[in-house]
């Protein structure tokens, strides 16, 4: 008889757990701290605040189909009315996201001859892009293509914040091919990438401006893991660190502090260092590659303030520019964005770090949130609240040669009966993108 032993309670883990029970499996979900994993609310005094991950994405489905499954549907709402929705801050001063963006790159000529992010020269450069021929095949640097395609204005000043604001890190390095496959995709089918996003917009029915890109839940994005943690009840064990894993002629022995568990397949939906960890004693081929995806920090600052003394704030939020030299990424005016994220008659504003400056203390975080907010708006009042979350070494970068490395460990996998290897490591760093791994894995077991 199939049964899984779960390695991990993230939302991988826990999507791993919902499919298992779906489909009729004997399984358990052992997690040692926190289900849920970087998803983390905190509901108090009328604040609902994210510490981690704020949104889902709506053209990445499989985040609001298993909500629809969890009886969720009603409770799922979309960012508040918003035109412009963000703005970059380039030259110190804020600008309005052009409209029609694809990802990151402009499909209108129009607001990309009148958006202020570029310079002339700038804009002169990015239509360029119209009559430049297709570039080589194979992988490369997602700065590199970037400036390659539309100049340097656009990276600095639109793709890096953008997609800063997704990866963190240092997005200069992003592989191509694993974390934007859909841009190659346009080069090579339309040669330009504006001219193929023009097409690409023209199909999408909902768009950065309008909004609705974004969805999230009335109590926070808690509610799924909540709405997981009770349909799996005693199949999930937190308090459940996991020591050490073992083959056995029937399939795997694992090692807790709560005593052995035996299956006849392991989902590994931990960190990749810690699967390293786990899987290097057992002689797994790929333990290395594992070790080799590079991870960074990550840290939220949110700040609640009385609103009647708090500046005029537009959008959603703001991102910065390269050079702008803001310690934060960028803000989000949760109060703005979504319903119900604030008590009455408060505002409230959300810092994100990442990198170095994601590993500082917790008071020193403060303090950079407060200074950035500071030059940002001007004069701001005491805060009423603080709420700061570190995630170190938490968040996986897939730079160049991300590819090749996961070809290895899926390889390595599948020399390794009754092993699988999920999580924000190797298919997509979302939640949406997380859920499916989770749930495919355990697909992929009921077919056997």
Not at 8 to 19: F, I, P, R, S, V
Not at 248 to 273: C, D, F, M, Q
Not at 289 to 296: C, F, G, M
Request: aromatic share 8%; proline share 6%; glycine share 10%.
């Amino acid at each position: 008889m199939k049964r899984i032993i779960i390695v991990g309670g993230g939302l991988a883990g826990l999507a791993a757990g919902y499919e298992a029970q779906k489909r009729g499996l004997d399984f358990l979900v052992l997690e040692k701290d926190r289900a849920g994993g970087k998803v983390h609310t905190i509901r108090e005094n009328g604040f609902i605040i994210e510490t981690g991950p704020d949104a889902v994405v709506r053209y990445k489905p499989w985040a609001l189909a298993l909500a629809g499954e969890l009886g969720l549907k009603d409770d799922v709402v979309s960012t508040l009315p918003a035109k412009p929705a963000a703005y970059i801050r380039v030259r110190g001063r804020n600008h309005p996201l052009p409209e029609g963006l694809n990802v990151v790159i402009p499909s209108k000529l129009g607001p990309l001859a009148r958006t202020p992010l570029f310079s002339l020269k700038g804009k002169a450069r990015a239509a360029l892009d119209l009559l430049l021929p297709r570039g080589p095949e194979g992988d490369e640097a997602f700065g590199d293509f970037i400036r390659r395609r539309l100049g340097r204005d656009v990276w600095d000043n639109l793709a890096a914040p953008l997609t800063g604001g997704i990866y963190g890190g240092d997005p200069d390095n992003l592989s191509l091919l694993a974390a934007f496959p859909m841009l190659k995709e346009l080069e090579r089918r339309h040669r330009s990438l504006i001219l193929g996003s023009l097409q690409t917009m023209r199909k999408r029915k909902t768009s950065r401006e309008g909004g609705s890109l974004f969805a999230s839940f009335k109590n926070g994005q808690a509610q799924l893991v909540d709405a997981l943690k009770a349909s799996l009840g005693d199949r999930l064990i937190i308090g459940s660190g996991v020591e050490s894993v073992e083959k056995t002629s029937n399939g795997w022995r694992v090692l807790s502090k709560n005593g052995p568990y035996e299956g006849s397949h392991l989902i590994i939906a931990t960190e990749a260092p810690n699967a390293a960890d786990l899987l290097a004693p057992i002689g797994f081929a790929a333990a290395a590659e594992l070790r080799e995806i590079p991870y960074h920090s990550a840290a939220t600052v949110t700040l609640a303030f009385e609103k009647a003394n708090m500046p005029e704030r537009g959008g959603h939020g703001v991102l910065f520019a390269r050079n702008e030299g803001f310690s934060a990424r960028g803000f989000t005016w949760l109060d703005q964005k979504w319903p119900h994220r604030a008590a009455a008659g408060y505002a409230l504003c959300r810092a994100y770090f990442s990198g170095p400056e994601a590993e500082d203390s917790p008071q020193r975080l403060r303090e950079l949130a407060l200074n950035d907010l500071s030059r940002l708006l001007g004069a701001i009042p005491e805060p009423s609240r603080i709420w700061t979350e570190s995630f170190k070494n938490a968040m996986p970068a897939y730079v160049v040669g991300h590819l090749e490395r996961l070809e290895k460990i899926v390889r390595a996998s599948a020399m390794t009966p009754g092993l699988y290897l999920v999580g924000a490591a190797y298919r997509g760093v979302g939640i949406p993108e997380v859920i499916r791994d989770g749930r495919a894995a355990v697909a992929t077991i009921f077919a056997e």
